[in-house]
């Protein structure tokens, strides 16, 4: 079956503008989460979707926003981009928040760069 | 709060070896998931092997193991028969067993398999 997909797996914005990312999680799965990877802080949880509810956060600003859809797919979005903003955007999905086994599954990522 | 430390930024094996990666962290916690995945240059986050806290028996999948020390708060991953294709990034990710999805990575360390 096919794995978590996102899209776009590249895109380049300025500062100031916005942009949002998208994740089709795998079919059944309906926990979607969010992480960040750059060089300098690593990889950090961003937020956790399940049944279109944010159900977690993690420690990032208000520009970082995200929102489930009834088909489970997840997009994020990003406002008034900074330079720092520049990473990779990994999607995770799991069939449930929690589940029994701990396992997610990961997306190749969005690779965003801010200039 | 959680933290995850994986002291060796670096590490190389020859093909066929045998090669340990180690990580280290801290929790108040007491039920919860220990985790290593790889990530490839395709970049796409792979898991290798999950430890539950409550099962003191050393989780074991195929060349990978781990070493379980719950009151040190020590997982370390062993990888033996080397092959080229485990040259990757290895992280280390904690995931307390709340209900949610959320991931506490460790810096990773660069593993290159020599031939």
């Known amino acids: 079956k096919a794995g978590v997909t996102q899209t776009p797996r590249y895109l380049i914005k300025t500062r100031g503008q916005q942009v949002t990312l998208s994740c089709s999680p795998i079919?059944?799965?309906?926990?979607v989460s969010w992480y960040q990877q750059t060089p300098g802080q690593g990889l950090q949880f961003l937020f956790e979707?399940?049944?279109?509810?944010?159900?977690n956060k993690g420690n990032f600003p208000g520009r970082f926003s995200g929102r489930q859809f009834s088909n489970s797919r997840s997009e994020m979005n990003v406002s008034t981009l900074e330079l720092g903003d520049s990473a990779l955007y990994l999607c995770?999905?799991?069939?449930?928040?929690?589940?029994?086994?701990?396992?997610?599954?990961f997306g190749e990522g969005s690779r965003l760069t801010v200039l | 709060a959680q933290t995850v430390t994986q002291s060796q930024p670096e590490m190389s094996v020859q093909e066929a070896e045998t090669v340990t990666l180690s990580c280290t962290y801290d929790?108040?916690?007491?039920?919860?998931?220990l985790f290593w995945y790889k990530q490839p240059p395709s970049r796409q986050m792979i898991l290798v092997i999950r430890?539950?806290?409550?099962?003191?028996q050393n989780a074991t999948e195929n060349r990978f193991s781990v070493n379980f020390q719950k009151a040190a708060k020590s997982f370390s991953l062993k990888i033996s028969d080397s092959q080229l294709g485990d040259t990757a990034m290895y992280f280390c990710?904690?995931?307390?067993?709340?209900?949610?999805?959320?991931?506490?990575f460790g810096t990773g360390t660069r593993l290159t398999v020599i031939p």
């Open positions: 995770a999905s799991s069939l449930v928040p929690g589940a029994v086994t701990g396992e997610l599954f």
């Open positions: 079919s059944g799965h309906r926990s």
């Open positions: 979707y399940f049944s279109e509810t944010q159900r």
């Open positions: 929790t108040s916690e007491n039920n919860y998931y």
């Open positions: 430890q539950e806290a409550y099962k003191q």
């Open positions: 990710a904690f995931m307390p067993r709340t209900g949610a999805n959320n991931l506490f």
